[in-house]
């Protein structure tokens, strides 16, 4: 079982940045791929990034492209989602995920949750 914490969320102005970071509790943290997605009130659960076992892959949704990059501290068994230029369309629960993958992104089946941390962007 992994538990994965998500924290860094909060309230910005619009233009303005976050990091995200998720901490996994596994020794093997190594060999997941870890995502990021997000939720949104009253939407589904969207796709926002992802990033290989290796680090050396990412994958990102188009909405996401150029303002945010997805990271990983294995040694800190963390991955990072920094923010930049945000905008009010991007105020969501922010969601972490794991699955024990040596794939390429972004085709990954995960298997762990975060419980969230809320982004709000302010106009």
């Known amino acids: 079982q992994v538990q994965l914490v998500e924290s860094g969320g909060g309230l910005v102005q619009a233009g303005g940045s976050l990091r995200l970071s998720c901490a996994a509790s596994?020794?093997?943290?190594?060999?997941?791929?870890m995502g990021w997605f997000r939720q949104a009130p009253g939407k589904e659960r969207e796709f926002v990034a992802c990033i290989n076992w290796s680090g050396d892959s990412t994958y990102y949704a188009d909405s996401a492209k150029g303002r945010f990059t997805i990271s990983r501290d294995d040694a800190k068994n963390t991955v990072y989602l920094q923010m930049n230029s945000l905008k009010p369309d991007d105020t969501a629960v922010y969601y972490c995920?794991?699955?024990?993958?040596?794939?390429?992104?972004?085709?990954?089946?995960?298997?762990?949750w975060g419980q969230g941390t809320q982004v709000t962007v302010s106009s």
């Open positions: 995920a794991a699955d024990r993958s040596f794939g390429d992104p972004p085709v990954y089946e995960y298997d762990y």
């Open positions: 596994t020794r093997r943290f190594s060999s997941y791929a």
